[in-house]
Each structure stands twice: as C-alpha cells, then as structure tokens.
C-alpha cells in the first residue's frame, strides 16, 4: 500500500495509471548497467517514476569531459566514482527508493548474478562487446533489456523480450569498432527517456513495447523511424534452427 | 521492379534517407550498392572495406532481414523489396 505522502508524491501520474499502475512501478527491481550518458539520464527519470529499487553499475570515474551529458554530476564529482555518485544524487531526489551502485564493469562479475534478483535490464552501455555478454545473461534469465545507443544526432532504442522476440544479436549482428564515439546530451537525454518510457510500459502493462522492430531517432530531421527485425534463424541466442 | 531504399542514421549524412530505384529483373544487392555509390559520391568509402567487401558495421536489410544471412551481396532483389541500409550506432 501507498502511503498518503507517496499518494501524493506521485499523484500526477497516478492519474496516467492509477494506484495499482504506481504499485506495480514500486515494485519493479531495474538494473541500469552503465551510469554514463544514457544511464544517468535513465536513472534520473526512473528515480522520479519511484521504480522501488535502482541497481545502477559502473566501472568508472567521473571526469571533465563526462559532463556535456552525464546529467546527475556536477564540477564537484570529478574524481568521484560514477556509480556511488549517482546513487547519492538519485537518493536526494527520491529518498524513498532504494540505490544500488556496483562498482564493476560488465564482464568482470558473474553477470547472471547482477541480473537474476532484477525484472528490467536497461542498456546505457557504450560498447557491443559488454552489451552482448549482458544481454545474453538476460535473455538466458528470462528479463526484459531494453537496448539503447547513442552517436552525435542519432540514436536506436529496442525493447528485447524473451522469448518471443528476436535477441539483440539479431537486432544488432554487424556492431560498429569501439572507439570514442561522438555524442551529445540532447540525444542520450532522447533516448535515455524512451528507455524508460519502456520500462514504465512494462511495469505497467501499458500499450505495447518496441520489440519486433528497431526504434530510430534523427535529431536532425527531428524524425523517428521504424526498422522491422526478424530472428536470424541459426543464432546462438534465440534461433530455433 | 521497383524497390524502396532507406537510409538510416549517419548513413544519411552522404545520401537521400529514402529513394525509389528501378531495377531490370534478376538484379541483386551487388547491383543496387553500385548504382548507389555511382549516385553519391561518400557512399562507397563509407560502406565498403575493399571492392566487394562490406565494411564490418554495415547492416543491409531485405524486408527486415539482414542479407549477411541470406546470400550477402548476391541476394537478389524482388518487386516491391524494402532494402534499409542502417549503421548502428553504439555510444551511450
């Protein structure tokens, strides 16, 4: 049950989706692997939503040029690590949720184990490498992970369900190189909160989530586009072949 | 035949986002990348590692599925395909 300062906490958008919608968001245990561009500005809107539990995960340090975008640090962070950092600031904007930050990157722990006690996966990763190996661990967990990316003006957004839809190996199976990637915080800010407009779907059971199709955003053209996916049949992950 | 060409993400900085081409029949992917890259000059660097070879990170899709799984270059084309040329991105 809400308490009355939740009720009221929260009343604007429990008139979007009553009492049992802003309960089942209370609900709802979200991992946010990366607190960079799109994980901060996940997490930010995720702790205004009140998702009851954030696990938010990054291996690194804040620095100078981390802030044209990363919207939970201030001139004061750098040097700090991002995830501690972040939990604070989402901390004092909600206090009645819980923060987790792990100080890890993707591939150094047991991924399973960060993903198997969570419901929803959120992507603000920056490489290809560490998004398959999270993933694959969600997929084989059976939890939604809704896939994020970012570069200059553009940016991609799917929502990957197992089992029904394709995995993001089929989504994705020709990655760019890592290397850094122009980026600026208007476009993570864009698809940070479709991300979250996603998870808040899923927790909600509102409409229909971005899933047999790639989502693509032009912040040129100020246009969004939709690319049909279908499930490479021999993958590795979710072919039936 | 007939068959709508989508451009996505940066891929649109070097040509049209979308364009209708008209292919004799028989014509596979080989065909449509060349008349592109004849058509806009930043194309054929952007997309291609050496004659006949695709850069790694270049996604073609035939009505939704990706042509490195069907016949690569030599798929052919159909009446009607809908073939998205799409780069994704990957910074977060």
């Known amino acids: ?241 | 035949m007939k068959v709508h060409v989508k451009a996505f993400a940066t891929f649109r900085e070097v040509m049209d986002n979308q364009i209708d081409m008209d292919f004799p029949k028989g014509a596979s992917i080989r065909e449509l990348l060349d008349e592109l890259t004849g058509r806009y000059g930043g194309l054929g660097n952007l997309i291609f590692a050496a004659p006949d070879t695709l850069r790694d990170f270049v996604n073609i899709l035939k009505n939704g599925r990706n042509v490195y799984f069907l016949a690569g270059l030599d798929t052919p084309l159909d009446d009607e395909d809908v073939i998205a040329l799409f780069p994704p991105v990957a910074g977060g």
């Open chain 1, 1 to 241: 049950m809400m308490s009355k300062e939740q009720k009221e906490r929260y009343r604007r958008q429990i008139a979007v989706f009553g009492e049992e919608g802003q309960e089942k968001i209370g609900n709802t245990r979200l991992l946010i692997a990366g607190a960079g561009g799109l994980g901060s500005t996940a997490a930010l809107f995720a702790a205004m939503a009140g998702f009851g539990t954030i696990r938010i995960i990054d291996p690194d340090y804040i620095e100078e040029t981390n802030l044209n975008r990363q919207l939970l640090y201030r001139e004061s962070d750098i040097g700090k690590p991002k995830g501690g950092t972040a939990a604070k600031a989402l901390h004092a904007l909600n206090s009645s949720i819980d923060v987790e930050p792990v100080f890890a990157a993707i591939g150094t722990a047991p991924v399973q184990d960060l993903i198997r006690d969570m419901d929803v996966v959120i992507d603000g990763l920056d490489n290809y490498l560490a998004r398959f190996l999270l993933a694959d661990a969600a997929w084989q967990c059976g939890k939604p992970f809704i896939h994020g990316a970012v570069e200059g003006f553009y940016g991609q957004v799917c929502t990957i369900i197992p089992p029904t839809f394709p995995c993001l190996r089929c989504v994705v199976p020709n990655p760019p190189p890592v290397r850094e990637t122009p980026i600026i915080g208007v476009t993570t800010g864009v698809i940070g909160c479709v991300q979250v407009t996603e998870a808040i779907k899923l927790a909600t059971g509102t409409g229909l989530p971005i899933s047999d199709h790639l989502w693509l955003w032009d912040g040129i053209r100020q246009k969004s586009d939709r690319l049909m996916i279908e499930r490479i049949p021999t993958c590795h992950v979710c072919g039936k072949d």
